[in-house]
């Protein structure tokens, strides 16, 4: 009790301005153009990023810029809503880390965000900028979405999405590999839609989630430990490819499983241990010659 009131009395409030140009600190860039730095004073409530500052564009949200440090005592009182001006192109590493804003607004000029930016333990919602190319490790991690994501021509880092809610996620052929951890804990996540020119997915990219079919194009033979642990409502799977490569548990602790399949397979890779503590109705290996099932694994008749 003692400490929480001593922390009450040592918080700063908000500042008083409404204009952002005075409640904020800018650097001038070597291109001519302006980053933010951070507050110049107390934290806004509602901070606004603008797009310019004496009369010069502004196109990147420096490093750390607005992280909060959690700490007993000075610290500042969380921002509660985040605004972006168009115009504004970069969001660097951990720059709202910790700031605990529950919503944040995006411009469609932002093409790069960085590592850890938004990673906090609240629960918070954003659009999803249109012209997106980079997307850092863990950039989006505890976000609510909309009900579908489209994902096309982004580079994706590491848990990138990791605890986020959206319930649909379409990959575009873009992409070839899945990164590790990409979707882990989105425990709404129903559908995935992955190209066909898929070959790989990283270790736990859905684990935990709530996917309910799964089908797999004929050049995805790769999966990683832990792929789809844990998805408790997965009832059917379909393979397509010649060749499979599992690892452990990628389809581990699932019991609602009612059907696998396997077409034109003619060589499968640790599949005991791929649905370890799994349960299934039936397995069907369509044109598939000169193989049975012994103790889940699959061998050479």
Known sequence: MLLFLLNSCFR????????PNEYLTFELLDNGTYTV????????????IPSTYKGVMVTEIAEEAFENQPGLFLRPKDIETVTIQDGIKIINSRAFRFCGATKYTLPNSIEVIGDDVFNDHVERKINFPNNLKKVGEYAFAGFTFQDELYLDGIELGIGAFYDTRVKK???????????????????ILEEVVLPDTCTKIGNEAFSSCNLKN????SMLSEFGNRAFVNNSNLETIEFNAEKLYFNSFTFGNISSLKEISFNNTNYIENLGEAFCNSKFNNIHFNNVTNYYLD??????D
Do not use: M, Q
């Open 295 to 300: 103790h889940g694994a699959v061998c050479l």
């Open 37 to 48: 730095t951070g507050f110049s004073g107390y934290p806004a409530k509602n901070l606004v």
């Open 12 to 19: 700063r409030g908000y500042t008083k301005s409404e204009n």
């Open 214 to 217: 799964l089908k797999f194009g």
């Open 169 to 187: 996620v379409t990959f575009s052929d873009y992409y070839t590999e899945i990164p590790d951890y990409l979707f882990a804990s989105s425990k």
